[in-house]
Protein backbone atom coordinates (compact mmCIF):
# COMPACT_ATOMS: atom_id res chain seq x y z
CA UNK A 1 0.00 0.00 0.00
CA UNK A 2 2.64 2.85 1.03
CA UNK A 3 4.25 2.01 -2.78
CA UNK A 4 1.18 2.11 -4.57
CA UNK A 5 0.58 5.72 -2.58
CA UNK A 6 4.25 6.73 -3.41
CA UNK A 7 4.82 7.13 0.59
CA UNK A 8 7.56 4.17 0.64
CA UNK A 9 10.98 4.54 2.41
CA UNK A 10 13.80 2.94 3.17
CA UNK A 11 13.77 4.07 6.92
CA UNK A 12 10.24 3.50 6.76
CA UNK A 13 11.05 0.19 6.07
CA UNK A 14 13.88 -0.61 8.62
CA UNK A 15 11.70 1.34 11.39
CA UNK A 16 8.83 -1.45 10.78
CA UNK A 17 11.32 -3.85 11.02
CA UNK A 18 12.24 -2.90 14.32
CA UNK A 19 9.19 -2.61 15.97
CA UNK A 20 7.90 -5.84 14.64
CA UNK A 21 11.53 -7.24 15.84
CA UNK A 22 10.62 -5.33 19.63
CA UNK A 23 7.44 -7.19 19.30
CA UNK A 24 8.31 -10.39 18.57
CA UNK A 25 10.91 -10.39 21.40
CA UNK A 26 8.45 -9.36 24.05
CA UNK A 27 6.14 -11.98 22.87
CA UNK A 28 8.93 -14.56 23.17
CA UNK A 29 10.04 -13.03 26.84
CA UNK A 30 6.45 -13.63 27.97
CA UNK A 31 6.01 -17.13 26.08
CA UNK A 32 9.75 -17.94 27.72
CA UNK A 33 8.41 -16.87 30.99
CA UNK A 34 5.03 -18.17 31.74
CA UNK A 35 6.62 -21.32 30.22
CA UNK A 36 9.22 -21.34 32.96
CA UNK A 37 6.99 -19.89 35.66
CA UNK A 38 4.65 -22.94 34.67
CA UNK A 39 7.14 -26.01 34.34
CA UNK A 40 8.66 -24.76 37.74
CA UNK A 41 4.91 -24.33 39.58
CA UNK A 42 3.80 -28.05 38.04
CA UNK A 43 6.76 -29.45 39.05
CA UNK A 44 6.56 -28.37 42.43
CA UNK A 45 3.20 -29.47 42.48
CA UNK A 46 1.84 -26.25 42.03
CA UNK A 47 -1.25 -27.27 40.91
CA UNK A 48 -2.42 -29.77 43.29
CA UNK A 49 -1.49 -27.35 45.94
CA UNK A 50 -4.22 -25.30 44.09
CA UNK A 51 -6.53 -27.93 43.44
CA UNK A 52 -6.51 -29.18 47.26
CA UNK A 53 -6.96 -25.86 48.39
CA UNK A 54 -9.69 -24.66 46.01
CA UNK A 55 -11.38 -28.05 47.02
CA UNK A 56 -10.93 -27.47 50.73
CA UNK A 57 -12.22 -24.43 51.26
CA UNK A 58 -15.98 -25.91 49.78
CA UNK A 59 -17.05 -23.25 47.51
CA UNK A 60 -18.05 -25.73 44.85
CA UNK A 61 -17.57 -25.60 41.48
CA UNK A 62 -19.10 -22.19 40.76
CA UNK A 63 -16.47 -20.85 43.57
CA UNK A 64 -13.95 -22.29 41.80
CA UNK A 65 -14.70 -20.62 38.26
CA UNK A 66 -15.29 -17.45 40.44
CA UNK A 67 -12.24 -17.85 41.69
CA UNK A 68 -10.28 -18.10 38.02
CA UNK A 69 -11.71 -15.51 36.77
CA UNK A 70 -10.84 -13.23 39.01
CA UNK A 71 -7.63 -14.04 38.96
CA UNK A 72 -7.63 -13.69 35.27
CA UNK A 73 -8.69 -9.91 35.80
CA UNK A 74 -6.14 -9.39 38.15
CA UNK A 75 -3.46 -10.54 35.99
CA UNK A 76 -4.60 -9.04 33.15
CA UNK A 77 -3.95 -5.76 35.51
CA UNK A 78 -0.45 -6.51 35.05
CA UNK A 79 0.16 -9.04 32.15
CA UNK A 80 -0.71 -9.83 28.32
CA UNK A 81 -3.27 -12.51 27.85
CA UNK A 82 -0.87 -14.54 26.48
CA UNK A 83 0.85 -14.79 29.59
CA UNK A 84 -2.19 -15.18 31.48
CA UNK A 85 -3.22 -18.25 28.95
CA UNK A 86 -0.35 -19.86 29.67
CA UNK A 87 0.14 -19.52 33.24
CA UNK A 88 -3.29 -20.29 33.97
CA UNK A 89 -4.79 -22.83 32.08
CA UNK A 90 -2.28 -25.74 32.37
CA UNK A 91 -3.36 -25.13 36.56
CA UNK A 92 -6.99 -24.46 36.72
CA UNK A 93 -7.90 -26.47 33.16
CA UNK A 94 -7.54 -29.85 35.12
CA UNK A 95 -9.21 -28.34 38.08
CA UNK A 96 -12.12 -27.65 36.21
CA UNK A 97 -12.40 -31.08 34.65
CA UNK A 98 -12.44 -32.32 38.31
CA UNK A 99 -15.82 -30.24 38.23
CA UNK A 100 -17.25 -31.53 35.63
CA UNK A 101 -16.91 -27.80 33.33
CA UNK A 102 -16.83 -28.07 29.60
CA UNK A 103 -13.94 -27.14 28.35
CA UNK A 104 -15.12 -25.27 25.27
CA UNK A 105 -17.23 -23.24 27.82
CA UNK A 106 -14.33 -22.09 30.50
CA UNK A 107 -11.70 -21.56 27.17
CA UNK A 108 -14.87 -19.09 25.93
CA UNK A 109 -15.55 -17.46 29.05
CA UNK A 110 -11.92 -16.83 30.16
CA UNK A 111 -11.32 -15.72 26.47
CA UNK A 112 -14.23 -13.04 26.85
CA UNK A 113 -12.57 -11.97 30.62
CA UNK A 114 -9.43 -11.33 29.11
CA UNK A 115 -10.54 -8.73 26.86
CA UNK A 116 -10.63 -6.90 30.19
CA UNK A 117 -6.42 -7.14 30.10
CA UNK A 118 -6.35 -4.35 26.69
CA UNK A 119 -8.41 -1.82 29.35
CA UNK A 120 -7.66 -2.45 32.55
CA UNK A 121 -5.04 -0.26 34.73
CA UNK A 122 -2.74 0.41 35.25
CA UNK A 123 -0.80 -1.27 32.01
CA UNK A 124 -3.54 -2.11 29.82
CA UNK A 125 -2.37 -1.41 26.12
CA UNK A 126 -5.40 0.02 24.88
CA UNK A 127 -5.34 2.78 28.01
CA UNK A 128 -1.90 3.85 26.37
CA UNK A 129 -2.78 3.46 22.57
CA UNK A 130 -5.87 5.94 23.59
CA UNK A 131 -3.49 8.29 25.42
CA UNK A 132 -1.35 8.75 22.44
CA UNK A 133 -4.74 9.70 19.87
CA UNK A 134 -6.01 12.04 22.47
CA UNK A 135 -5.41 15.88 23.07
CA UNK A 136 -2.77 16.96 26.18
CA UNK A 137 -5.21 17.95 27.95
CA UNK A 138 -6.90 14.51 28.29
CA UNK A 139 -4.95 12.94 31.05
CA UNK A 140 -4.65 9.28 32.12
CA UNK A 141 -7.16 9.34 35.09
CA UNK A 142 -9.80 10.77 32.98
CA UNK A 143 -8.90 7.56 30.36
CA UNK A 144 -8.78 5.39 33.34
CA UNK A 145 -12.01 6.15 34.75
CA UNK A 146 -13.74 6.30 31.35
CA UNK A 147 -12.83 2.58 30.39
CA UNK A 148 -14.60 1.69 33.42
CA UNK A 149 -17.95 1.06 31.61
CA UNK A 150 -16.49 -1.10 29.00
CA UNK A 151 -14.65 -3.25 31.66
CA UNK A 152 -18.35 -3.21 33.08
CA UNK A 153 -19.44 -4.47 30.26
CA UNK A 154 -17.37 -7.28 29.69
CA UNK A 155 -17.63 -8.93 33.43
CA UNK A 156 -21.41 -8.22 32.39
CA UNK A 157 -21.02 -10.33 29.01
CA UNK A 158 -19.45 -12.99 30.87
CA UNK A 159 -21.81 -13.42 33.33
CA UNK A 160 -24.51 -13.53 30.42
CA UNK A 161 -22.20 -16.59 28.93
CA UNK A 162 -22.40 -18.53 32.11
CA UNK A 163 -26.32 -17.85 32.62
CA UNK A 164 -26.96 -18.64 28.97
CA UNK A 165 -24.54 -20.70 27.61
CA UNK A 166 -26.94 -22.93 25.07
CA UNK A 167 -27.47 -19.49 23.14
CA UNK A 168 -24.14 -17.80 23.40
CA UNK A 169 -20.85 -19.90 23.77
CA UNK A 170 -22.73 -23.40 22.24
CA UNK A 171 -24.88 -22.22 19.41
CA UNK A 172 -22.44 -21.92 17.01
CA UNK A 173 -21.32 -25.04 17.51
CA UNK A 174 -24.14 -26.77 18.09
CA UNK A 175 -25.37 -25.08 14.58
CA UNK A 176 -21.65 -26.99 12.95
CA UNK A 177 -22.19 -30.04 14.25
CA UNK A 178 -26.24 -30.36 12.81
Same mark, same amino acid.
Given at each position: ???????????????????????????????????????????????????????? +??? @?????? =? &????? /?????? %?? *??????????????????????????????????????????????????????????????? +??? @?????? =? &????? /?????? %?? *?????????????
Amino acid at each position: MTIFYKQFSLQMLKDSLLDTAKTTAMVFIILFGASAFTGVFLSLDGDQIISDWVLG +IGI @GKWGAL =A &IMLLI /VFILGM %FI *DWLGIVMIVFPIFLPLMDQFGFDRLFIVAITAVMLQTCFMTPPFGFALFYIKGIVPDTVKMKD +IYK @GVIPFI =A &IIVAV /VVLCIL %FP *DQLIYWLPNMLAE
